[in-house]
């Protein structure tokens, strides 16, 4: 039988909304993750750095633009045993500097892709994908990377129409 896992990166803190500070409890990714799991069944995993960016946003971007530069692959708080029991994986996180946090790197590297499908989900706030896609295309060999949705983040709250329709479209609903 088929299963989905729905991996995903978010964080909550002070955050950027159409040009303005703001703090949250839930991050964006989060948000649409939360949406997603009421949509379909999956199993979640949050992928959490063992030593997490500083809560203060221009702090947190100046720490990920280091970790851009340097292909950094942040230690992981936890990991799955495995994924081998899942045929579709749902990668969902927000846009840092044109792609994903490179914690998302760790997470795809330490896992064999190799048969799966990818989906993957990119909250922003005007950078739309970015070059995400082909970044995990380099890091999956042999996965199938499907088109990716990117959602508005400020508007998360309000995206599971979109949501569901790029779910459809990819066979989980």
């Known amino acids: 039988m088929a299963k989905t896992l729905i991996a995903f990166f978010s ?15 839930v991050g964006n990714t ?15 995993f949050k992928i959490e750095m063992k030593n997490p960016y500083s809560p203060v ?7 990920a633009k280091k970790d851009l ?16 029991a ?6 969902a996180y927000p846009n840092y500097w044109g792609t994903f946090p490179m914690a998302v790197a760790t997470f795809l ?5 190799s048969g799966k499908t990818i989906l993957p989900l ?16 380099k890091l999956v060999p042999g ?9 508005h983040g400020s508007e998360a709250v309000n995206s599971a129409g979109a949501v569901k329709k790029w779910l459809s479209a990819n066979g989980l609903l």
């Open 11 to 25: 964080r909550a803190d002070e955050n950027y909304f159409n040009g303005a500070m703001r703090y949250v409890k």
């Open 30 to 44: 989060e948000i649409v993750v939360n949406q997603m799991k009421d949509m379909i069944s999956a199993d979640t």
């Open 57 to 63: 946003y221009m702090t947190c971007i100046e720490e």
């Open 69 to 84: 530069r340097e292909k950094a692959r942040p230690e992981l708080a936890d990991y799955l045993d495995s994924i081998d």
């Open 86 to 91: 899942y045929d579709t994986i749902v990668l």
């Open 109 to 113: 590297e330490h896992y064999v892709f």
């Open 122 to 137: 990119c909250t922003n706030e005007g950078s739309g994908m970015g070059g995400s896609e082909r970044e995990i295309k």
């Open 143 to 151: 996965a199938d990377v499907k088109k990716g949705l990117p959602i």
